[in-house]
């Protein structure tokens, strides 16, 4: 997987875990919560993650939604307190 798709899949993981736990991102950004920046670092966090696999399967299992990240996601902090 190229670098352009790693990303992408990242975000695309990034934004599953956020839309599961109920946190809006665009609302965080517009109400100044979290800066761009943030947002890429999260993504950046989520790369670096070696349970994206396994990450996929916990948002399969929790489509409905969740309270809480898995406890290996690498932006659980992030997460909570957006929530």
Sequence with gaps: MGLMSRIDH???LF????DTLRVDLAEALCR??????????A???CMNCQRA????GWLDA???GADQT???CQNRGLLTRLR
């Design 10 to 12: 990242h975000a695309h």
């Design 70 to 72: 898995p406890d290996y």
């Design 43 to 45: 993504v950046f966090r």
């Design 15 to 18: 934004g599953q875990m956020a």
């Design 53 to 56: 696999e396994a990450c996929q």
């Design 62 to 64: 929790h489509a409905a």
């Design 32 to 41: 100044g919560q979290i800066q761009g920046e943030t947002l890429r670092s």
